[in-house]
């Protein structure tokens, strides 16, 4: 009987031992992955693909579905406090919207408190656009990051955004990891940084087909134009 509970002791402190490290080293790691999903209206949007949030080296990459062919990158950087749209074209070339931290609304911290996913959060809330945005946020974890880029991404690791009461983006999964550093990784070249309004025309030009109706014709057939008058 002695002989077994001193084996059954020395088991369980080799185990404690083998397990303690793990556990350090696992709360030292500052690299995750976080897995979203979507509601309208309380129920599940299940045809909608997860949103898939890499955090290394202090920097986020957001990936909805499999973006092997996706064309548009989005990141997080947590060094130049600033979110990148990157669109690369199909010929190849590259256009970057590097947008600073300080452009965006900035949140009201709320009182309200909430467990998610075990992890203690507090309550944010910001107004862009006349939306209405609640967000839930935990700063207890080694990793951050937002699973929308313009909303406060600098706030700590977003576990729940609600749009307008009726659209919410939740997290499903939290995994302290490693993280493969080409899922977490700004592209070695930007190409060209241009503003907002010259991304969003390339970024139509991109998605859509121009077909062009008049082209240097003449669709007046007077000698002059005579425009209407008063209201008509």
Not at 156 to 183: C, H, M, P, W
Not at 204 to 226: H, L, M
Request: charged content about 20%.
């Amino acid at each position: 009987m002695k002989t077994n509970l001193k084996n059954y002791l020395l088991t369980f402190v080799f185990s404690a031992v083998s397990v303690f490290p793990a556990l350090a080293q696992q709360n030292n790691l500052k690299e995750g992955e976080v897995t979203y999903a979507f509601k309208s209206n309380g129920k599940e949007l299940k045809k909608a693909p997860p949103l898939k949030l890499f955090f290394r080296n202090n920097i986020v990459h957001l990936v909805q579905g499999n973006d092997a062919n996706d064309n548009e990158g989005q990141y997080i950087d947590y060094k130049q406090k600033a979110t990148y749209q990157i669109l690369t074209l199909k010929n190849g070339q590259r256009y970057t919207l590097k947008t600073p931290f300080s452009t965006y609304e900035n949140p009201v911290i709320m009182q309200d408190t909430a467990t998610i996913l075990g992890y203690a959060c507090k309550k944010a809330k910001v107004t862009i656009r006349s939306n209405s945005i609640e967000i839930w946020f935990t700063n207890k974890l080694p990793i951050k990051g937002s699973p929308a880029l313009s909303i406060a991404p600098d706030l700590g690791l977003i576990l729940k955004i609600v749009r307008n009461g009726n659209f919410e983006t939740y997290a499903t999964k939290v995994q302290i990891q490693k993280v493969d550093e080409s899922k977490a990784a700004l592209p070695g070249s930007l190409g060209e940084i241009v503003d907002e309004a010259i991304y969003r025309r390339h970024e139509i030009d991109n998605r859509f087909t121009t077909v062009p109706i008049f082209s240097k014709q003449q669709i007046n057939f007077t000698d002059s134009i005579i425009n209407p008058v008063g209201n008509q």
